[in-house]
């Protein structure tokens, strides 16, 4: 089992940042991928960003330039830095953890961006 928390959400306004946060309970050496993914009222869950176990990342185009996910293996945490944030951003945001022995979801962090 893998048990992920997420921290960083909150209220912002339009332009402005946040740094997401994903602490995994486990080595994030024993992780081959890891993602942020967030999901809208009334919208499919999407994936944001993903970092695999040797540091690749990839990032949706709807945020490309604006976000950027990073890791700090030392404490089993990946970061979603989030700039010129738009209301279009506003979603609840989730961390989620791929090993061997399944997908691994964490409960989520609103984001809000509104003025």
């Known amino acids: 089992q893998v048990q992920l928390v997420e921290s960083g959400g909150g209220l912002v306004q339009p332009g402005g940042s946040l740094r997401l946060s994903c602490t995994a309970s486990?080595?994030?050496?024993?992780?081959?991928?890891m993602h942020w993914y967030r999901q809208a009222p009334g919208k499919q869950r999407e994936v944001v960003a993903s970092?695999?176990?040797?540091?690749?990342?990839l990032v949706a185009n709807s945020v490309k330039g604006r976000f950027t996910i990073s890791s700090d293996n030392n404490k089993n945490t990946i970061y979603l830095q989030m700039n010129s944030l738009k209301p279009e951003d506003t979603a609840v945001y989730y961390c989620?953890?791929?090993?061997?022995?399944?997908?691994?979801w964490g409960q989520g962090t609103q984001v809000t961006v509104s003025s």
């Open positions: 989620r953890a791929d090993r061997t022995t399944g997908s691994y």
């Open positions: 970092i695999t176990s040797g540091s690749k990342t």
């Open positions: 486990v080595s994030i050496y024993s992780i081959y991928g």
